[in-house]
């Protein structure tokens, strides 16, 4: 405020009207903030600006508002209405915006504008706008707690949500505003796992730590068994012969393992912590051990980083020590690691310590890292723990430590002083020249807690080193008085113990230290020496205490257990600030125990179908780019359905291994052809990279294409086209086309093999052994894309080999073609051999007639192709559908009517038939009442449309729109066909 | 869950301050003071302090602190790599972020870490989007925005992040067409005094800088691809595709980026590219002790070592040095007791040496410590783990793009221990 003169100038700028001034003047003010300066006093003059045309003052005004509202409640009210206006501004990314400043404004007269407006926007057609919804209400919830209630209504709504740019941000909500609500998630369960890795990452690290409390409240401990074994190890046999249930996992908490392990990728530490901790409080033992390669991944990046993990690597490593034994050389110590870094490396060490690697560690540690004198510390306990826990190396340790007396660091001396100390209580009748080597140190170690350490062992020992004890009394008693405060309590200690045993010698010497400290300056010590005289020095008044003196001073001491500081530290949700603290922070949730037995788990079932979105008031072109936008990218959009079906059927295991199958089939496939590809391409090196004028159009052909990638194939060129003219929701669908993540991802064009069906082309007895069977296999004709691909599979059930397979002679019909397949030299007895021919057949359903050759004989065969197979799936949108339908009427249109048969109603089956019918792919549609397909003639490239329109009753419309009249009419009778029968 | 944001330079100052939430009090960081004090070295500033009311998470990068404020529960992971972002974004926009850096583009920076965190939740922190929002400075815009007054906020709306592919930019146009490869490696070893290898491995990054136009979907494979132990993504790779085929395959976002970054286990021998002898003498009762040193080169595949720096920490008891090197130039700080020797190329016909003699502290007990020596080089135009790219393609863009890939090996934390293993502590006796 001194400064005012400045700001009345600031205050002039402000009030131009010149964009720039004003600009200059929020940029100074910025700067002010910046530095911590007070500029609360322009708020009248900043404010004024809110709606000002340009949009960096605009932004800067943003911010100073944020900043000062709390402080100027009056005030920033003026500045309400233009949020409340501008949240209703047709474009969705100005709505969000003024939701967020308004949200911000912690003013709380102005509540129930926000509440309102977060109400509204959560049911925002934009997912951008409802992403924005969520950021407010913690925002809100901090500024009235009151409003909870109605919030939880909101996070309802959103948690409902099926787009990824939500989710997260609502889960986030749900955590700060309702944990405990562990029920709103059950229906949302499947989805946010299904989602999961389209979630940005902060938005992954949320839901995961959710999901696995969310998990130990609902799934039983997959664990369960193994440690109940251990514990009825314990009880008596009698006892163990409990019947207990074999365990089943439960369909849901396979999901969660299945589809948060990819992310142990992801480059957001944060998220890879986050997968570690699900993996480590809810997976079974022998899954758990994936997650180590990944955190000491982790290790590596910022020392930061480094810190947080070694802290959950050490917790982790107490319970499952055996996950990180590969590692452990990640876990040496360098000299440039930050002290905490080496002291928590040295605890994982610790932990890691067997039989077997312990050489290897304590050469570790005996490495010289002694300009660091915390860590000289630590490295010195380190080893009295693993000699504790290890008792083959007890005397080598005992041995390096006592190797470590003679150090020339006094620190060393010390800190070896006290945990042999510690470990000479174990077993103190072995060591007693041990204890001997200590009493001479106390002539030069100087250090307190070390002297204090060794007065106490040849106290407590004293039995042990007769004539050494009394002459360390007389030594004591004459540096009494220069002693610290430690020191000067265990002389007493010693005194008195050895008074008790060995009076004759020790007495004088006892009444000596005892007068010294009766006049010490420090009450605690003439305290003790008051007490200690009462109890050892028998005199008529003492009580009956004195009798039991010995008792007192001389009884069995338990060693000490030397243990991790990182013991049972993981009642704490790894990861959590709370267990790197040990120690609960605000709002920490409890991670709950495994229940007895598992609640219900059909309170996760949804329905399948898909609701429609409740905004209505948009346009419908709006509308559809939303959906678009909302279709999950690289996730496996399987999912949403798969585990309901599963869930449906109890048997939980039934659907497991069903899936597991499923993924090892796809694997072994592609690994296959990447063998193939590698070896396709070994031509072109790498430096090709400077060889620019590579044709793009080459490398695809000559690429091998996946089996699983080459439906959509066909289609490139024409997508790339057609990119050109639309941009971005067009492009999606191209990146389906282009690389479908996953072959399930596009379940509408791919025809799993088993349903492909196969025609015989020659029978068993009239190739004398020899039998051909063909399939359509729907597959791109990769040398012409012109041609239908034909699998033809050979079959030789005779006892002799066939030789030189191969077509001849083909009679054709004119303009008809056929690109045989290469000769098969030999096929020998009881052996299948699949082969792929192209065939041309201009779209006609006319039969390609051949011969077939071996090296004896020749057979006449015919291929006639149903007409459905005389096509390939394109993609469009409902856009290009609705206009090339619109251009495709009168006669190329035929219409029929029908009654679905009934298991083929509902639109799954619909999709099912046709496509099986017809090699077509589905467009997408706005209503579910609808479906719609499209593809192009393989030879002309005429385009084939097909919607089936479902009425009440099963009653339905089919419509076909083709250019070629007979492939439409033909069309329409087959497809006719496959929904009625 | 982040409150605020405190930027602390190297002597204790406070000379930024960011609050996402309620205000809170710059003296907070005072409990961050005590235990930077009590720290022997700035990087031993423990990164999570808590104090009576918040919690104080930092990260230390270019000398500067960045203290996050917090109130209640939340993964420190999440915060401490939300904060290298924002370290990583000043990087980007300013080339370097140093204190005068920051204090030069307050407004950005201040923007910037508004469009960040949302109520203290990350909201933007992809790359691509924040360029959208807020155009990075330059100094022609700069000339230009004092003369115009126009800003560096982006005039456009921005769309990045309604789309799901949020890292890359829309309308992406390039007259020039390139996509630039950079296979980094970078080998951390630990040897003995006899030349044995302690532990070694090697971590490696794929940098990308990519120019495309357009929305460009490029797939990477390699000759080797089994070498990869563990890797981790950058978001834009389809892990499923990786997990299956082996191949990376990816929309890139628009610029530089980090790719991959992978890991080349221990298990797997890692050859050793360099060796260093060295023998450090001190007799007792002297008050010299002799220094040799000499290194090569090991197995580097044919290529040249280069930008060889070797360092180490003498003694406490050494008062100064007088050594001879065959090349380069040496340099020993009295103080610090560092010895570093910038040696430069290495040629396998003459191997550098650095001998000498050191003086010793008068009366001072022969030291019995033995250095760690530290050693950094480079080797251009290879990997060490013998990675290799096989190929990379582009679909769903028309025009022939210029692709390079480069290699390179860097060292990392490469150092040789003093002491002889296994003496003391020897278990067969």
């Not at chain 1, 396709?680 to 490398?699: R, W």
């Amino acid at each position: 405020p001194s400064s005012s003169p400045r700001h009345d100038d600031l205050k002039e700028m402000l009030d131009s009207n010149k964009d720039s001034l004003k600009l200059e003047a929020m940029k100074r003010i910025v700067a002010m903030i910046a530095r911590g300066k007070n500029a609360s006093d322009l708020f009248p003059a900043v404010v004024k600006n809110v709606a000002c045309k340009n949009i960096e003052v605009k932004k800067l005004v943003y911010v100073y508002l944020v900043r000062y509202a709390e402080e100027q409640q009056d005030l920033a009210l003026l500045s309400i209405s233009t949020f409340q206006r501008g949240l209703k501004d047709p474009n969705q990314l100005i709505r969000a915006s003024a939701l967020r400043v308004l949200s911000s404004i912690r003013v709380t007269i102005i509540v129930p504008i926000m509440m309102l407006a977060i109400k509204e926007a959560a049911s925002d057609m934009s997912p951008y706008v409802r992403k924005t919804a969520a950021h407010a209400i913690p925002k809100l919830y901090s500024l009235d707690p009151e409003q909870k209630d109605c919030l939880i209504e909101v996070i309802e709504k959103l948690l409902a949500d099926k787009t990824t740019l939500v989710a997260g941000s609502v889960v986030m909500a749900f955590e700060e505003v309702c944990p405990e609500r562990i029920d709103l998630i059950h229906k949302n369960y499947r989805k946010l796992c299904n989602l999961l890795i389209d979630v940005e990452e902060w938005g992954q690290v949320v839901i995961i730590n959710m999901l696995t409390r969310y998990a130990r409240t609902q799934f039983l401990n997959p664990n369960m068994n193994e440690d109940k074994e251990e514990k009825e190890k314990k009880k008596t046999e009698a006892t163990a012969i409990v019947k207990r249930k074999p365990y089943v996992m439960d369909p849901d908490h396979r999901l969660l393992l299945r589809n948060t392990k990819p992310l142990l990728q992801s480059r957001n530490a944060a998220v890879v912590m986050a997968v570690a901790q699900l993996y480590f409080h809810l997976a079974p033992k022998a899954e758990v051990g994936v997650i180590a390669k990944a955190l000491v991944r982790l290790m590596r990046s910022h020392s930061e980083v480094q810190y947080v993990v070694l802290q959950n690597v050490a917790t982790m490593s107490i319970k499952r020590r055996g996950m990180f034994e590969p590692y452990l050389k990640s876990f040496y110590i360098r000299s440039t690691d930050p002290t905490q870094i080496k002291v928590l490396k040295l605890e994982v060490l610790t932990n890691l310590a067997n039989e077997t690697n312990i050489s290897t560690i304590l050469r570790e540690f005996q490495d010289d890292h002694f300009n660091d004198k915390d860590f000289v510390a630590a490295t010195i306990q380190a080893i009295g723990r693993c000699a504790t826990n290890i008792g083959e190396v007890r005397d080598t340790c005992l041995n390096g430590l006592v190797q470590l007396l003679s150090n020339r660091d006094e620190l060393v001396v010390a800190e070896s002083v006290v945990v042999i100390k510690k470990l000479l209580q174990m077993q103190p009748e072995q060591h007693s020249d041990i204890i001997k080597h200590m009493a001479k140190l106390t002539d030069n170690i100087q250090v307190p807690m070390a002297r204090a350490s060794i007065l106490w062992l040849i106290g407590e020992y004293c039995e042990h080193v007769p004539k050494i004890a009394p002459d360390v009394l007389r030594k004591m008693a004459k540096t009494f008085t220069n002693e610290e405060d430690i020191v000067k309590l265990q002389i007493i200690n010693l005194a008195a113990k050895l008074y008790l045993t060995n009076s004759k010698q020790t007495k004088l010497l006892t009444q000596y230290v005892l007068n010294l400290a009766k006049y010490d300056q420090n009450y605690d010590i003439r305290d003790r020496a008051r007490f200690i005289r009462q109890l050892i020095v028998p005199t008529d008044k003492s009580g009956a205490l004195s009798k039991y003196a010995k008792k007192l001073f001389l009884a069995l001491k338990p060693a000490p257990v030397l243990e991790s500081p990182f013991k049972d530290r993981d009642h704490f949700q790894l990861g959590s600030l709370s267990h790197l603290l040990n120690a609960k922070a605000g709002g920490y949730q409890v991670l709950p125990d495994w229940p007895e037995a598992a609640p219900d788990p059909s309170v996760r079932n949804v329905e399948v179908k898909e609701s429609v979105p409740e905004w209505t008031k948009c346009s419908s072109r709006e509308k559809r780019k939303e959906k678009k936008a909302d279709k999950p990218f690289y996730s496996d959009s399987e999912g949403e359905s798969g585990p309901t079906e599963s869930a449906d059927s109890d048997t939980a295991s039934g659907s497991e291994s069903g899936s597991g199958s499923e993924e090892s089939g796809s694997g072994s496939e592609s690994e296959e052809s990447n063998e193939e590809s590698e070896s396709a391409s070994e031509e072109d090196e790498e430096e090709e990279g400077k060889k620019k004028k590579k044709n793009v159009e080459k490398i695809k052909a000559r690429k091998p294409v996946p089996e699983s990638e080459s439906d959509s194939q066909p289609n490139t060129i024409a997508s790339v086209q057609v990119f050109d003219t639309i941009c971005k929701p067009a492009w999606l669908y191209m990146q389906f086309l282009l690389n479908p993540p996953l072959p399930v991802s596009v379940p509408q064009t791919i025809i799993p093999s088993g349903n492909l069906k196969t025609y015989e082309l020659l029978h068993r007895i009239t190739g004398e052994g020899l039998s051909v069977e063909y399939c359509f296999s729907r597959q791109p004709f990769s040398p012409d894309p012109h041609m239908v691909a034909v699998k033809i599979q050979f079959t030789n059930s005779a006892t002799s080999e066939a030789k030189s397979l191969h077509v001849e002679d083909a009679k054709l019909q004119s303009g008809m073609r056929i690109k045989e397949f290469p000769e098969i030299e030999v096929l020998p007895a009881g052996e299948t051999i699949s082969v792929v021919m192209g065939i041309d057949f201009c779209d006609s359903t006319q039969a390609a007639n051949f011969q077939l050759c071996t090296h004896t004989r020749k057979f006449f065969v015919s291929i006639q192709p149903p007409v459905g197979e005389l096509m390939m799936p394109i993609f469009m949108t409902e856009n290009e559908f609705k206009k090339e339908q619109g251009q495709l009427m009168g006669m190329n249109e035929i219409t029929e009517k029908l009654t679905l048969e009934e298991k083929c109603q509902g639109e799954h089956a619909v999709v099912q038939r046709v496509t099986t019918a017809a090699n077509l792919s589905r467009v997408p549609c706005g209503s579910d009442k609808e479906c719609r397909f499209a593809g192009k003639t393989v030879t002309s490239g005429s385009l084939v449309l097909v919607s089936v329109v479902t009425k009440e009753d099963g009653a339905a419309q089919l419509t076909v729109n083709c250019e070629k009249m007979v492939i439409g009419t033909m069309l329409v009778k087959d497809i006719h066909q496959a929904l009625t029968q | 869950m982040i409150h605020s944001l405190f930027l602390v330079n190297s002597s204790g100052d406070i000379f930024l301050e960011k609050h996402w939430k309620s205000v809170v009090s710059r003296s907070v960081c005072d409990y961050f003071f005590e235990a930077q004090e009590r720290a022997s070295e700035p990087e031993n500033v423990p990164p999570v302090i808590p104090t009576p009311h918040h919690y104080l998470i930092s990260v230390l990068r270019h000398r500067i602190y960045f203290v996050a404020v917090i109130q209640s529960e939340v993964p420190p992971l999440f915060v401490i790599e939300f904060l290298h972002r924002v370290v990583d974004t000043f990087q980007d926009y300013f080339g370097v972020c140093t204190e005068a850096a920051i204090k030069d583009n307050v407004v950005v920076v201040y923007e910037l870490l508004e469009e960040m965190l949302d109520n203290g939740f990350p909201l933007a922190t992809e790359s691509n989007i924040l360029k959208e929002l807020i155009k990075p400075p330059t100094i022609l815009r700069t000339v230009v925005n004092t003369i115009t007054g126009s800003t560096n906020v982006g005039e456009q709306l921005p769309t990045g992040q309604l789309s799901v592919v949020p890292w890359r930019r829309t309308g992406v146009k390039y007259t020039n067409n390139e996509a630039y490869f950079d296979v980094v490696e970078e080998i951390d070893a630990i040897i003995d005094k006899s030349g044995s290898t302690i532990t070694a491995e090697i971590q490696g990054v794929i940098d990308a800088c990519v120019k495309l136009t357009g929305m460009p979907d490029l797939t990477l494979s390699f000759m080797n691809p089994r070498l990869l132990d563990d890797v981790s993504f950058h978001p834009c790779v389809r892990f499923k595709r990786w997990e299956a085929e082996r191949i990376l395959s990816f929309i890139p976002p628009d610029g530089n980026f980090r790719l991959l970054s992978y890991h080349v286990s221990c298990q797997n021998l890692v050859a050793i590219p360099v060796y260093v002898k060295h023998n450090i003498t001190f007799r007792e009762g002297s008050s010299q002790g002799r220094f040799e040193l000499t290194l090569g080169p090991k197995q580097t595949m044919g290529k040249g070592l280069e930008a060889v720096l070797i360092s180490s920490q003498l003694p406490r008891g050494v008062l100064n040095t007088n050594l001879n090197p065959s090349q380069g130039t040496y340099n020993f700080d009295p103080v610090t007791k560092l010895l570093s020797w910038d040696v430069g190329k290495i040629n396998p016909q003459k191997l550098p040496s650095l001998k000498g003699s050191m003086s010793l502290q008068a009366g001072a007990s022969k030291p019995d410590e033995n250095p760690t020596i530290n050693i950094q080089f480079k080797i251009q135009q290879s990997a060490l783990s013998g990675l290799k790219v096989n190929r990379l393609d582009m679909y769903g863009e028309k025009y022939k793009p210029f692709k390079g890939i480069k290699y390179m090996t860097k060292a990392g934390k490469f150092q040789t221990k003093g002491l002889l293993r296994g003496r003391a502590w020897d278990l067969k006796n």
